[in-house]
């Protein structure tokens, strides 16, 4: 309960200009980079993704991280000539929250539906960024950098997600704890 509660005071405390997508200029591979790590939102998920990865069964490891990157570039795709929805804001709250479940029901969850799950938030987390990133100035570039800073907070989350014992347990509880917490704030934001 400790733990909930410093978490909670803590997200109360950070600005909401970081949890929010609007206002990031996309001019180039910088801006790519740093965008993963300017928004609680994809940095959480992105670490639960790659923590659900390690804990998942051997043979299914490394399809989780390469559907949500796989996924996240269609998205970039399809955000970059369709118009921006509230829908998909929405969604990536709940993504969030999801992914607290997610995380706790990790073992009773199948490969189908890992796959399924990871698809469509990397397709949501892609699709609100994509008019941003695509038709900014460098795009590419920045397309880029938010693939490679993707790529290496999901490896962190894999890493997490690797420990063993009660090190492993504590970090599963804490990152539940975060998107519990975290996506609640988001919806009600």
Not at 7 to 21: D, Y
Not at 154 to 173: A, E, P, T
């Amino acid at each position: 309960m400790k733990k909930s509660l410093l978490i909670f005071m803590t997200l109360m405390g950070l600005p909401l200009s970081a949890m929010a997508h609007p206002g990031h200029d996309a001019v180039g591979f910088m801006s790519g980079v740093l965008h993963p790590l300017t928004g609680l939102d994809h940095l959480l998920v992105m670490l639960a993704i790659g923590f659900w990865a390690a804990r998942a069964p051997t043979q299914n490891r490394f399809q989780i991280p390469v559907s949500f990157i796989s996924f996240l570039l269609i998205g970039l795709t399809f955000g970059a000539f369709m118009a921006q929805s509230n829908i998909v804001e929405m969604g990536i709250a709940v993504s969030v929250i999801a992914m607290g479940v997610v995380l706790l029901l990790s073992a009773k969850i199948n490969v189908v539906w890992q796959i399924a799950i990871t698809s469509v938030f990397g397709m949501m987390h892609g699709f609100v960024h994509g008019q941003e990133l695509i038709l900014a100035n460098n795009g590419l570039q920045a397309i880029i950098g938010l693939v490679l800073t993707t790529s290496v907070l999901l490896l962190i989350g894999f890493v997490l997600g690797h420990q063993k014992d009660s090190v492993g347990r504590y970090l599963q509880s804490l990152l539940v704890s975060v998107l519990t917490v975290a996506g609640a704030f988001f919806l009600i934001a």
